[in-house]
């Protein structure tokens, strides 16, 4: 018998699936208001009267449903920040990218998103910033483009 | 009360970047084969399999069946549970339960990934909410930054001091031949000669401010397997069993910017609960070695605080100090820990069978110098999930 080659084979494959994520009636109000009013709201628990954003449809620590909706500012502090530097597919934006926690006023948690028009050195925990909303808005969290420091 | 469960026999494969020579039911099999061979029992023997990986790395949904020609589990009862970076402690916790229940005398739980057969932050990012944060988040890397970052701003904590754990880290792996980094250019230089080259170096690449290159766990091929086994048979099948003398876990994942970011409240939380039910008042004068599920290096110094084995802002003096080097009062991850070695699904049971072998005194080169009567293992997932285990040599009472 020859003598067997060796090789590490492989097959090479794809797994592309096609999604539909619902929402729900709580996160549509939320990027509905977003989308057409470029406005930010946040829900208020009855019981430990936190405010989420994004909005929640229960209060996850009191274990009811919120209720109540309130308009909040378009402002917040940064709470903390990295800047990437590793371009990725699953990254909207080229290196490098900022993305920071920014409390926004009037919310109890904060949102994770992206930080824009910085200059890099400049970036600071507890710096203000406020939203930049995309121009074509379509009803996701990306119709905050990012958050800018206000001068 | 259920029955009292131990550790009998731990088994893993060498840890690599990329297993091209076997397929990932070939890899499981490894595992399994090391952990009976280390029992010194047969497939034979083994009452029910908990398996467990993090699906979308392989792209394969039904692992329990898939690898029964590996795992061994063929006309066994099997169970998959996948808790994505904790998978192995929570496999652990399932086998744990399944033996304390009564049910079953020997079980076998194993942790498996194959993490070169598919993109890993693409596989990742599936771990988080498709609506508020897939689209607006950086991956793994990114996350861990912004948590590294907040740590540094709330105590005045520097790069060195996170390089630090990284070099305990990569000079502990030396110690293991099964470890995936080896970083020999390290063996014998001193730990702050090894920081000031990676604060300084521009080969260590910064990936997210502040994290570089060295302060990330790679990714890894490997799999790992533990046996469970009841008070009724368990020290005739180890000479010195590992006895899981306390188990929790806990999630509080709602959006990451809900999570409080100032500590880890959940590994808190489930330390708390394990050193409550296990008596444990002083944990770092208690404890004897921790394996310790750091998936980056600053993770090293807020997460010792969390657990509670020193106040916030002062887990870089314990670490500079050197309690956790493998000579101090505390050693930590003598494996050489994630930092080193990160096959996902078996990432947090290698803490499990690893601190289980410290008191089985089966270590070899890692196995530290001196009594291992308690050793901590703990398992963390991307979603802010912490599991902890205890195990000691005592026979619980």
Known sequence: MSKMESENIYYEGRIKVPYKWYVGETGSRFFIAL??????????????RKVYVPPVKNCWECFIPTKEWVRLKDTGTLESFTVVHYPNEVIPKKPPVVYGLIKIDGADGSLLHFVGDIDISELKTGMRVRAVFADERAGNILDIKHFAPIP | MGKRTAIVGF????????????????????????????????????????????????GINYVDMWSVEGSGGVMKPIMKVTTGGTTGTTVAMCAYYHVASGMFDKVLAIGWEKNSESDTTGAIITAFDPIWERPNIGGAIAGLAVEASKYMDNYGITERDGARVA??????????????LHQEWMKGMEADKIVDLLVTSEQNQMLAYPLRMSDMCPRTDGAAAVIFASEDIAEKIAPIPAWVISTANRHNYVYLGDINWDANDTLEAASRKVFEKAGVKEPLKEIDICEIYLPYSYAGLKWMESIGFCGPGQGPRLVWDGVTDMDGELPVNPSGGVMSSNPIGATALLRVGEAAWQIMGKAGPRQVKKDVNLALATGFGGCNWADVMLLGKKRPS
Request: aromatic share 6%; glycine share 6%.
């Open chain 1, 35 to 48: 989308r057409d009013k470029k406005e930010i709201w946040g829900i208020r628990c009855p019981r430990c």
């Open chain 2, 11 to 58: 088994g893993q494969t060498y840890q690599r970047s990329s297993r091209k020579d076997v397929n990932g039911v070939e890899l499981i099999n490894e595992a399994v084969i090391a952990a009976l061979a280390d029992a010194e029992l047969t497939i034979k023997d083994i009452d029910a399999v908990v398996i467990g990986n993090m699906d979308h790395f392989e």
């Open chain 2, 167 to 180: 070099v305990r880290e990569r000079l502990h792996a030396l110690n293991n031949p099964y470890a995936h």
